[in-house]
């Protein structure tokens, strides 16, 4: 995507280039990687002169997620310039989705500079959206057996492992229950205070229930058929 796509990248140009390794780190809540890449110096005048570096050479960035909708993205054109970047997303719906990004940077840090910044983050975001908004099918499919995964692609797959357990315990938002009653409900995000206190206007959004019993049944029928479990 980078090579291919976005600013930091060669555009395709380079017929030889392959990816470089990466160091990626997981946690409970969530997976990062971090990677050393040749890449060229930032298009933007006044960024590429901040930078000092007008040359090819080996830059640092890294990315991960926290969580399901939380994206953190570090860029270092430079041992000394730094780009990091946080993003937040919440659901409209099933198809639309708002974005809340946090740029923070240590050069060109006068607020004159804003506006130059805040445009070369629109051009990479735009970058993203002309690929995507092209895809068939625009919506992730249900089960990655109907994905292709490549090597560098392992921060993805345990992206959607991570949300396969998640949605077992219940947290994944009921899309055919909100669009059955979109006329005449009004939801609202679930939260801890609702334990605590009755008598809310506005019901939570409805989750998919995870189906315990089933699963238990179905663990227990394979355990007894391999003869890992034994009756009593």
């Known amino acids: 995507m980078n090579l291919f796509i976005l600013p930091h990248g060669f555009s395709g140009e380079d017929e ?22 040749y890449a060229p110096p930032l298009k933007e005048k ?4 901040a930078s000092g570096r007008d040359k090819n050479a080996v830059m640092e960035a890294g990315t991960g ?14 041992a000394q310039v730094f780009i990091h970047q946080y993003m937040y997303e919440t659901p409209i719906d099933e198809d639309r989705t708002n974005l809340y990004l946090i740029n923070t940077r240590n050069f060109l840090t006068d607020p004159e500079h804003d506006e130059t910044v805040m445009e070369r983050n629109q051009v990479v975001a735009f970058q993203d959206r002309d690929v995507l908004s092209g895809l068939h099918p625009p919506l992730t499919p249900e089960t990655t057996k109907n ?43 679930p939260s ?6 009755k008598g809310w206007v506005l019901d939570s959004i409805p989750l998919i229930k995870h189906n315990f019993e089933e699963n238990y049944f179905i663990s227990v029928t394979l355990l007894l058929r391999f003869n890992i479990l034994k009756k009593d």
């Open 46 to 49: 006044k960024m590429r002169e």
């Open 192 to 197: 801890p205070a609702r334990r605590r206190s």
């Open 65 to 78: 997620h926290h969580g399901i909708s939380m994206l953190w993205t570090h860029i270092h054109p430079t």
């Open 147 to 189: 994905e292709f995964f490549v090597t560098m692609d392992k921060p993805i797959k345990r992206y959607r492992d991570l949300l396969d357990d998640w949605e077992n315990k219940g947290w994944r938002i009921n899309s055919e229950e909100v669009r059955k009653n979109q006329k005449t409900h009004a939801y609202a995000i």
């Open 16 to 37: 030889e280039y392959k990816s470089p390794p990466i160091d990626m780190k997981s946690t409970k809540w969530g997976t990062g990687f971090w990677s050393k890449m």
